[in-house]
């Protein structure tokens, strides 16, 4: 078949994992034999078994998905972490197929490619975008790096023997102060990642908000809070304290200075992700997390 060869789908997989490897060969097999182009990364084209049509790219950058009507990404958490960046930066959406535990960025599972791939072909997918938050970090006033996240920016201490000391600041007001392990400022996408692990609520993607949950905190009020989309988080670190870390997405770090002000704010660029199902976010979370739902009768008809 021709009819789609103007189509090109760029393809990112973990090819450490010997089931990324089966899954890619599957996609692109598939791909390719519906007349869809598809564009491989050369350093992980290497690893896979592809036939000549694939298109590779030499460098990652942000023009490598030119063209590209979807982004496919086939892995764990991490991957589609990765798969998130390239997403972000181009505006193509990004599908992901979860080959690792949770994967709740993931919209299918690895024994379901075959509908995947039918999906790509007949554009039967749907896109939604996904919040982010920008990291600003100042120290004596100046700016002193910038980042951003699709589900957390984690401000934690760099060593295990001294608590990192803080003061958090919502919308330019201080709200409390306590050593503590760090603290997660978070998208509602991000709730059920580093955030959850932390003890903060689960919040549906739909809601728009910003969470901060305090980690391992040495103070009476720590409770996880959560904002306003609009409102601006900030955690300060204390002068005297040994220098901390900041994590973005687990994947881009950075060291904070003693005195160093982390602001978190609504990114001003979203993550696009293509949906095939429209399953609830309470199935996904009850199928995830392998809720117990027996018993459930429903609501009287």
Known sequence: MTQNRARTVFLLAHTGRPAAIRSAELVVKGLLHAGIGVRV?????????????????????????????LLIVLGGD?????????????????????????????????DDLDKVVDRVVNRAYEVE??????????RNGDIVHTDWALNEAAVQKAGAEKLLEVVL??????????????????TPTGSTAY???AGGPVV???????LMVPISAHALFAKPLV??????LVVEMLPHIPPGVLWCDGRR???????????????AVPVRLARLHHASFTDRLVAKFALPVSGWRGAPH
């Open 227 to 232: 904002t306003s989309p609009d409102s601006v």
């Open 169 to 186: 600041e919502i919308d330019g007001r201080p709200v409390t102060g306590f050593g503590c392990d760090g603290i997660v400022l978070s």
């Open 41 to 69: 990364l050369e350093a992980e084209a290497r690893d896979l078994p592809l036939p000549q049509e694939v298109e590779l790219v030499g460098e990652a950058t942000t023009q490598c998905l030119d063209g590209c009507e």
């Open 78 to 110: 991490g991957t589609l972490l990765r798969g998130a960046e390239f997403a972000r930066a181009s505006g193509v959406p990004m599908l992901g197929v979860n080959l690792g535990r949770v994967g709740f960025l993931a919209e299918a599972e690895r």
């Open 204 to 210: 549906w993607p739909e809601v728009e908000a910003l």
């Open 195 to 197: 955030a959850f692990s």
């Open 129 to 138: 975008e996904r919040m982010t938050v920008d990291v600003v970090v100042h």
């Open 253 to 267: 770090t950075v060291e904070l200075p003693p005195g160093a002000r982390v602001e978190v704010r609504r990114g």
